[in-house]
């Protein structure tokens, strides 16, 4: 059955869920408040040192 789904957040844990909801057939939106996704990738990766 193909499900309809709105996945709140575009952090890691969201955007792995949403690829595989979407693999499986199902419609997905991710929503996030945040300009970019990534969450704490985002984060991470400015962190002097974590090149």
Request: net charge positive.
């Amino acid at each position: 059955q193909k499900l309809r789904i709105a996945v709140v957040g575009a952090g890691p844990a969201g955007l792995a869920f949403s690829t595989t909801a979407a693999e499986r057939g199902h419609d997905v939106t991710l929503m996030d408040s945040a300009k970019e996704i990534g969450g704490q990738f985002n984060m991470a990766k400015i962190i002097p040192g974590k090149e």
